[in-house]
T-cell receptor, first 115, second 115 residues
Framework: DAGVIQSPRHEVTEMGQEVTLRCKPISGHNSLFWYRQTMMRGLELLIYFNNNVPIDDSGMPEDRFSAKMPNASFSTLKIQPSEPRDSAVYFC?????????????FGSGTQLSVL | SQQGEEDPQALSIQEGENATMNCSYKTSINNLQWYRQNSGRGLVHLILIRSNEREKHSGRLRVTLDTSKKSSSLLITASRAADTASYFCATDIGSLIQGAQKLVFGQGTRLTINP
């Protein structure tokens, strides 16, 4: 299995530009998570999906952030417009949840720098 | 505020010694998980302990869970230089009735093993 695949690996953009981060979860997993990691705030849960449906987006910082999961094999996290304070490592993770929750498999992350 | 808090924030020991990291949390949980992160990489799952379990072992890892004190500990025995990494506890506070999990991470303990 290829694991969770994120792209791009690194993204450098200028303030005000739109940024789109992509994630392909592990085949067969039914839950997908977007996290953001910074030195100051640690690892923050932004949003998570179950069976392609957003369950909790209370961690999304503001309206500039949006996430979609059009099908079971693809998700995007979009920031429009981007700001320097959005600079962070963004991780996508997936898991298979049945009657009990299980471990998360993380992608390698996208290092985002907004200048 | 963070659901989980690790203690200590940083730990430096000699190779061969045991390393103990602690985690405290605030709300009731479905399970508690420990993850490891090497610098610049994604998180890797180490061990999961469910709310009705008190202790679990996996190789050189031993995890305890005390739900009455809302705390957990991770013990790494006979540490090796390769164990140098950041270690995070994560609490699952999701609604399994919805078939979803919500994994919230602590700030992590940075462990350094000196050869």
């Amino acid at each position: 299995d290829a694991g969770v695949i994120q792209s791009p690996r690194h993204e450098v953009t200028e303030m005000g530009q739109e940024v789109t981060l992509r994630c392909k979860p592990i085949s067969g997993h039914n839950s997908l998570f977007w996290y953001r990691q910074t030195m100051m705030r640690g690892l923050e849960l932004l949003i998570y999906f179950n069976n392609n449906v957003p369950i909790d987006d209370s961690g999304m910082p503001e309206d500039r952030f949006s996430a979609k999961m059009p099908n079971a094999s693809f998700s995007t996290l979009k920031i429009q417009p981007s700001e320097p304070r959005d600079s962070a490592v963004y991780f996508c993770a997936s898991s298979l949840v049945r009657r009990t929750s299980e471990k998360l498999f993380f992608g390698s992350g996208t290092q985002l720098s907004v200048l | 505020s963070q659901q989980g808090e690790e203690d200590p924030q940083a730990l430096s020991i000699q190779e061969g010694e045991n390393a103990t990291m602690n985690c405290s949390y605030k709300t009731s949980i479905n399970n508690l998980q420990w993850y490891r992160q090497n610098s610049g990489r994604g998180l890797v799952h180490l061990i999961l302990i469910r709310s009705n379990e008190r202790e679990k072992h996996s190789g050189r890892l031993r995890v305890t869970l005390d739900t009455s004190k809302k705390s957990s500990s991770l013990l790494i025995t006979a540490s090796r230089a390769a164990d140098t990494a950041s270690y995070f506890c994560a609490t699952d506070i999701g609604s399994l009735i919805q078939g979803a999990q919500k994994l919230v991470f602590g700030q992590g303990t940075r462990l350094t093993i000196n050869p």
